[in-house]
């Protein structure tokens, strides 16, 4: 979709090994979503970026971590990938400050064998 | 933390009938009132939203139903369709925070 692109779309790696997601979006917008998404347990936050080098924790952000050093670029970094971290990882954007509606990615599947 | 608690977990209803989602909330700081919708492969999409100063809101076939008072609104699709069936999620918000949570989604299946 414009707006948003998730890279990779698609990654299979091993445990221990670290890895990182990609969101750029073309739109200048200051708030940006990581979530994930498993079966049984919905959208989950991880973390979220309310400007350049501000960021904060969501509720399941243990084991990793996000940088945001441009407008236009959050990264999802995973230090140390397990298998528990295999999951469907959604970034977001908040189009309108004023209403709490998310633009989403297309999404990007994590398999950590 | 259960702010949000959306029923029921999976719906199936036949093509033409009415589907009906659920989200109780507890946080009396919400004033935004979404419902999305996801196909698979893709991510959720906002599908209709409502504010507290209203009681409904209807667009097409999808119409959002708000009770302030008992801290839920619900989903209603009429005239179900195949092309309906996807995962739907609630989201109400606090406006004024950075946070957004989601409900735990409700899988839609309409048989034709």
């Known amino acids: 979709d414009a707006g948003i692109t998730q890279s990779p779309r698609h990654k299979v790696t091993e445990t221990g090994t670290p890895v990182t997601l990609r969101c750029h979006q073309t739109?200048?917008?200051?708030?940006m979503y990581w979530y994930r998404q498993d079966p049984g347990h919905g959208l989950r936050l991880i973390h979220y970026?309310?400007?350049?080098?501000?960021?904060d924790k969501g509720e399941v952000s243990d084991g990793y971590s996000v940088s945001r050093s441009k407008t236009e670029d959050f990264l999802l970094t995973l230090e140390s990938a397990t298998s528990s971290q295999t999951s469907v990882y959604f970034c977001?954007?908040?189009?309108?400050?004023?209403?709490?509606?998310?633009?989403f990615g297309e999404g990007s599947r994590l398999t950590v064998l | 933390q259960q702010q949000v608690k959306q029923s029921p977990q999976s719906l199936i209803v036949q093509k033409g009938g009415i589907s009906i989602i659920n989200c109780a909330y507890e946080?009396?700081?919400?004033?935004?009132f979404p419902w999305y919708q996801q196909f698979p492969g893709k991510g959720p999409a906002l599908l209709i939203a409502?504010?507290?100063?209203?009681s409904e809101k209807k667009e097409g076939r999808f119409t959002i139903s708000f009770n302030k008072s008992a801290k839920q609104f619900s989903l209603h699709i009429m005239d179900s369709q195949p092309g309906d069936s996807a995962t739907y999620f609630c989201?109400?918000?606090?406006?004024?925070?950075?946070?957004?949570?989601f409900g735990e989604g409700t899988q839609l299946t309409v048989n034709p």
């Open positions: 970026s309310y400007g350049v080098k501000d960021t």
């Open positions: 946080n009396t700081a919400f004033d935004y």
């Open positions: 739109e200048n917008h200051r708030y």
């Open positions: 977001a954007i908040r189009r309108q400050e004023n209403t709490g509606e998310l633009f």
């Open positions: 409502i504010r507290p100063d209203v």
């Open positions: 989201a109400p918000q606090e406006t004024s925070g950075s946070r957004l949570t």
